[in-house]
């Protein structure tokens, strides 16, 4: 039997954009049996293979009443689902967390939304930038004098999504195994956006944050935490926080000792124009080489395809098949079964059925 911490829980994942694929991805990593559903006739989105071939997909037309029995088949032999349609989709398909709930009682029911399942904004359609802009977090990053920029999609539909509802529905299959009946929970990314900016928020309320972008210790005000162009249009990651880390970039990049105070802000435009004209002297990998086994917290700024073949990436085989590999690592447990590729609804009705159940207390 594997000891996957998930092993024997059955999951159903509705097929979506965002973070739902990656949540399932994970859970999956963890042992869990999901089975994802998807539109009969649909292929999956372009380069999204990788992100969804552990696990298989049953398609279905969820307006068809004979393929809407199954998926209430399906829901009878779960223990979770999970779902990223705008609120009520799911209820007008017959297939919403009370409809469910009322023939599985145990069913953990995870939803996941940009905007949450109530509120003024509930049905408005939106993206991971504009979760981003209503949380003030957007407000915070980029330089002062340009509009902030897209600090890519992992924020809020990964961040405050993906990893958000793994943790929900861990929590929800804790509560049934404990007893609990069965639990909705509602995922919304812009809560989770707020919830990942707790530490901001408080800085703030202590007067130690400023309202204004790029003038801040940890949004790139500081000279020894901040990105540097080198002599080959490369670039370098300094992050010197502590006395002793900024130390020795001082040392190492050849200034002499207490030319600076460190946390003295007058300081920091002379520091700032000195680190820049000494960064773009060599280029990126001789700085490397010149920071090898310090700890001035100095590391290349790598592309995607240069992080994939990273040493220490390499190493802890961080990414698989140039994917990253699921986390957490659970180093005492086995790694799930792989079921991949097309399954028929009813060979997952049969192999369900006959598979011994997961957390549920019935």
């Not at 049905?123 to 890519?152: E, K, T, V, W």
């Not at 990273?310 to 802890?316: I, M």
Request: glycine fraction near 10%.
């Amino acid at each position: 039997m594997s000891t996957a911490p998930l092993a024997g829980v059955r999951l159903l994942e509705f097929d979506g954009m965002g973070p739902v694929p990656l949540a399932g991805r994970l859970l999956c990593a963890m042992g869990a049996d999901i089975v994802r559903i998807a539109k009969t006739g649909s292929a999956d989105r372009p380069g999204s293979g990788l992100l969804l071939h552990d696990r298989p997909v049953v398609r279905l037309d969820l307006k068809s009443p004979s393929d809407l029995t199954t998926v209430r088949d399906l829901v009878d032999r779960a223990d979770g689902l999970i779902e990223g349609f705008r609120p009520g989709v799911m209820e007008r398909l017959g297939i919403g967390p009370q409809q469910c709930q009322a023939r599985n009682p145990a069913l953990v029911y995870v939803r996941v939304t940009g905007w949450g399942q109530e509120g003024p904004l509930a049905q408005a359609a939106g993206h991971d930038l504009n979760y981003l802009a209503l949380s003030g977090i957007l407000h915070a990053i980029g330089p002062a004098d340009r509009p902030p920029p897209p600090p890519l999609n992992l924020i809020g539909d990964y961040g405050a999504g993906s990893a958000m509802a793994v943790i929900a529905m861990l929590g929800g299959l804790m509560q049934v195994r404990n007893g609990a009946k069965g639990e909705v929970i509602d995922v919304a990314m812009i809560d989770g956006i707020a919830a990942l900016s707790t530490s901001i928020h408080a800085l703030s309320k202590a007067g130690r944050w400023s309202e204004h972008r790029d003038d801040n210790m940890l949004d790139g005000a500081a000279p020894f935490y901040r990105c540097y162009s080198c002599a080959d249009g490369e670039f370098i990651a300094v992050g010197a926080l502590e006395p002793l880390f900024f130390a020795e970039l001082v040392a190492k990049l050849g200034f002499e000792k207490g030319r600076w105070v460190q946390r003295n802000r007058s300081d920091w435009p002379d520091m700032a124009a000195a680190f820049t004209e000494r960064f773009a002297s060599q280029a990126r990998d001789e700085w490397v080489a010149l920071f090898k086994g310090s700890d001035a917290c100095v590391t290349p700024v790598l592309s995607f395809g240069e992080a994939v073949r990273h040493p220490h990436n390499v190493a802890r085989r961080i990414f698989t098949d140039g994917l990253p590999s699921p986390v957490p690592r659970f180093h005492s447990a086995d790694g799930p079964a792989m079921r991949c590729g097309e399954e028929l609804a009813a060979t997952v009705l049969d192999r369900w059925a006959k598979t011994p159940s997961g957390p549920k207390c019935r």
